[in-house]
């Protein structure tokens, strides 16, 4: 078990500031006053969500060979909600105060009797229905509504016959995908916690029933090599078994990943058996045969499915927060971001020591470019002096700083063609020929 450190006071403020001051994260729309539960990812932040995706993407498609990728359409025919029960029942409770009218999930307030923010009555509660309906198609009546999918799952499920007729996969299987959701949360709240618009990466796992427990198994300790992976702290990783009564209808057995976040202890990732729910109600709807056949036993089945469900927003969050130090290096506090090398927006930063020495310079832009062909999220740095700069790569996490000086240029003969590679970390610089430097960083950025 890591040790877990505390976090420092007005956590969320710092974070929120930190990100959008260096172009992590921006309130959605911002100049127009924002459109709640909506968040843009900045330069860095957009830098930061892809490699988390691909690393989830390698992970859990490519580098497996039970796995197979999708990427399904965000709209879908609405007979798809119908099926699943979310038309009719991906709802929320709710109730709207009597005097300031502000509507609350009743499930997430303590008095549910009193509005929190005025303390006037509640109304009475009722279920509010999540879904984002649209309407597609220049008719404007109920033949158009369609909804936004409120989770990738679904684009999985309806194409499981197209991926077994092209690619007969022997069982077990899977699909992935990631891509955007969007859920009418009540009170979306919590930075990029609870959106409006979000973005999964999912996977439907097909199994035997009779190999549902191991299977499950096995998704639960690949969760937490992930987590260990992009750097999220385990010690602030629970894992929670939800109840009988809790469970989504279609479950079986459920894990909760919850992270310790700021504002309390809630979910980060799900891991649910969802049976054969899912295809044995899309069979019966769209009349169409979702079962598999096993060629070897001549055996015929809809196959029951594990469905690891990762939440990307959510992950950006825990690995913000898990990043996310103060410390003193010298005599000064600093605050940064301690993200593991693979994760980092940017890997390495280049610098001339002075930037009004074009011999300095040009030798700076020339292992700049050598390095930039083979690690594309590098950043060019002259501005201030060095220990500006460090302070300033710390802040948005790049775990090295190249710096070329006179030592570089030949000023003390054994040193020609070296620089200096500085650690985030602990701020120790040490002297790496130019040959090796690529190599270096490469090795640490696995
Ligand atoms: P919650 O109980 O927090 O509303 P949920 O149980 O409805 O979440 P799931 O339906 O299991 O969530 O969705 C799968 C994953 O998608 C979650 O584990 C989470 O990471 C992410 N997720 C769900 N809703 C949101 C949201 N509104 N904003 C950001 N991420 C979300």
New binding site residues.
């Given amino acids: 078990m890591t040790e877990k450190k505390p976090y420092p006071a007005d956590m969320m403020e710092k974070l929120v500031s930190l990100a959008k001051r260096r172009g992590f994260i921006y309130q959605g729309s911002e100049i127009y006053g924002g459109l709640a539960g909506t968040y843009d990812y900045g330069p860095l932040g957009t830098a930061l969500k892809n490699n988390i995706k691909n690393i989830w993407w390698r992970m859990f498609v490519d580098g497996r060979d039970d796995m197979y990728g999708m990427d399904a359409s965000i709209l879908m025919n609405p007979r798809v909600w119908e099926t699943t029960g979310h038309v009719a029942g991906f709802a929320d409770p709710l109730s709207e105060c009597t005097k300031c009218k502000k509507r609350f999930r009743t499930d997430q307030i303590e008095d549910r009797t009193k509005c929190p923010e005025c303390g006037g009555a509640l109304g009475p509660e009722r279920q509010f229905n999540m879904m984002l309906k649209t309407q597609v198609g220049a008719m404007e009546d109920s033949s158009s509504i369609s909804y936004l999918r409120p989770?990738t799952a679904q684009g999985m499920f309806v194409n499981f016959k197209n991926v077994v007729d092209s690619f007969h996969p022997k069982m077990p299987f899977g699909l992935g995908q990631t891509g955007k959701a969007f859920?009418n949360?009540i009170t979306?709240r919590d930075f990029?916690?609870?959106?409006?618009e979000?973005e999964?990466m999912e996977v439907e796992y097909f199994v035997k029933e009779s190999d549902w427990q191991r299977a499950f198994e096995e998704w639960r300790v690949a969760m937490n090599t992930w987590i260990d992976t992009v750097g999220i702290d385990r010690a602030r990783t629970h894992e929670v078994e939800i109840g009988d009564g809790d469970r989504a209808h279609y479950s079986k057995r459920t894990i909760d990943f919850e992270f310790e976040y700021p504002f309390g202890q809630?979910?980060?990732?799900?891991l649910a058996y969802r049976t054969d729910f899912d295809l044995s109600r899309h069979s019966e709807a769209s009349k169409v045969d979702l079962s598999y056949r096993d060629e070897e036993v001549g055996e015929k089945f809809i196959p029951h499915c594990i469905e690891p469900?990762?939440?990307l927003?959510?992950t950006m969050l825990a690995v913000l927060l898990s990043a996310y130090t103060e410390d003193t290096m010298g005599d000064s506090p600093r605050e940064y971001l301690k993200f593991h090398p693979r994760v980092a927006p940017i890997k390495v930063a280049v610098s001339p020591l002075l930037k009004n020495k074009p011999e300095l310079v040009e030798k700076a832009r020339e292992v700049y470019d050598m390095l930039k062909k083979d690690i594309p999220q590098i950043m060019w740095d002259d501005n201030g002096n060095v220990g500006k700069r460090y302070r300033r790569q710390d802040e948005i996490g790049t775990p090295f700083c190249v710096t070329i000086d006179f030592d570089t240029l030949g000023e003390t003969p054994e040193h020609k063609d070296t620089v200096t590679v500085r650690d985030r970390d602990t701020g120790n610089q040490k002297r790496l020929s130019i040959g090796d430097l690529k190599n270096y960083i490469l090795e640490q950025i696995k």
């Fill in positions: 989770e859920r949360e979306p990029i916690f609870r959106l409006r979000l999964q809630k979910e980060l990732y799900g469900s990762f939440g927003d959510r």
